[in-house]
């Protein structure tokens, strides 16, 4: 049950692309198709922005968009806005019924 | 509206014993399973542990298992998270969180709990 691995921290200007990669094994990433994703802002709870690798919850702008190969899914941020700056998350169902989480990446709005 | 209330939160010393309590709201709480997440403090996220929606199956992080125990009462709409042997690398805000099926992601979270292990 190790973390997926994620970078720490990502960039960009308004209106720009950012994407954040999520790294597992074949015990997880790989091996399922249920990956999401979570922002937080801090001291607040997260909220789900991405499931099962692409699909996306009633409410989230289409801004947002999940992809996956092999060991590797990402979240891509397109038109980057102010109140996109958050903590992201990754998280997959590794198997028994278990889920492991991401290290977490810091989006910071240029 | 969806709620989720954690309460039980607090200070302890290595080795004492904390419940947590989650009463949930405003969704069909016997349809969904329940996890716990916990956040240490600067750090990312960790699942700690799940109960299916009847409460007959459970499941642990190896970090706290044979130490930690969920269960639920669907009559009361509440989740619990009973903690035994406390280290200080415990510490942490606790979430509950839920979701519809064992392996689906968490649509649901509460406003998470603190719990602070410390000498």
């Known amino acids: 049950q190790s973390a997926l691995t994620q970078p720490r921290s990502v960039s960009g200007s308004p209106g720009q692309s950012v994407t954040i990669s999520c790294t597992g094994t074949?015990?997880?990433?790989?091996?399922?198709?249920?990956v999401s994703w979570y922002q937080q802002y801090p001291g607040k709870a997260p909220k789900l922005m991405i499931y099962d690798v692409t699909k996306r919850p009633s409410g989230v702008p289409d801004r947002f968009s999940g992809s996956k190969s092999d060991k590797t899914a990402s979240l891509t941020i397109s038109g980057l806005q102010a109140e996109d700056e958050a903590d992201y998350y990754c998280c997959s169902y590794a198997g028994s019924y278990t889920q492991v989480f991401g290290t977490g990446t810091k989006v910071t709005v240029l | 509206e969806v709620q989720l209330l954690e309460s039980g939160g607090g200070l302890v010393q290595p080795g004492e014993s904390l419940r947590l309590s989650c009463a949930a709201s405003g969704f069909t709480f016997d349809n969904y399973a329940m996890s716990w997440v916990r956040q240490a403090p600067g750090k990312g996220l960790e699942w700690v542990a799940n109960?299916?929606?009847?409460?007959?199956?459970?499941y642990y992080a190896d970090s706290v298992k044979g130490r930690f125990t969920i269960s639920r009462d669907n009559s009361k709409n509440m989740v619990f998270l009973q903690m035994n042997s406390l280290r200080v690398e415990d510490t942490a805000v606790y979430y509950c969180?839920?979701?519809?099926?064992?392996?689906?992601?968490?649509?649901?979270w509460g406003q998470g709990t603190l719990v602070a292990v410390s000498s």
């Open positions: 109960v299916g929606d009847s409460g007959a199956t459970t």
């Open positions: 969180a839920g979701g519809q099926w064992l392996v689906s992601p968490f649509d649901y």
């Open positions: 074949s015990s997880d990433v790989a091996n399922y198709n249920f």
